[in-house]
């Protein structure tokens, strides 16, 4: 399995981004996917997680009300919309796919991972 991540840029605070990732090899849309951030000088964290068919969905405190997970399994593409981006959303953004259909905020829930795409919010 190959995930591509891409839609990361620079934006100013307020802004908004939509961050995609595909997967590719053998998919399936039987697993969940999530989105992860890591800054510079921080540890990799947990951003948002989306259940096999979209029915479920799991944010950070910290982007609750701002991001927005979705995916569309006959694209094998899963979103994530970020809005009213704050300079502390810096970071940069992989998108992973769980080892079950229902998967949390540990890292350890997922088997494969993107490249990464970098979002830089300007203040």
């Known amino acids: 399995v190959q995930l591509q991540a891409s839609g990361g840029g620079l934006v100013q605070a307020g802004g908004s981004l939509r961050l995609s990732c595909k997967s590719s090899?053998?998919?399936?849309?039987?697993?969940?996917m999530g989105w992860f951030r890591q800054a510079p000088g921080k540890e990799r964290e947990f951003v948002a997680s989306?259940?096999?068919?979209?029915?479920?969905?799991n944010y950070a405190d910290s982007v609750k009300t701002r991001f927005t997970i979705s995916r569309d399994n006959a694209k094998n593409t899963v979103y994530l919309q970020m809005n009213t981006l704050k300079p502390d959303d810096t970071a940069v953004y992989y998108c992973?796919?769980?080892?079950?259909?229902?998967?949390?905020?540990?890292?350890?829930?997922?088997?494969?991972w993107g490249q990464g795409t970098q979002v830089t919010v300007s203040s």
């Open positions: 992973a796919q769980g080892r079950s259909s229902y998967s949390g905020s540990a890292s350890s829930s997922y088997q494969y």
């Open positions: 090899g053998r998919t399936s849309s039987n697993n969940a």
């Open positions: 989306i259940s096999w068919r979209g029915g479920s969905t």
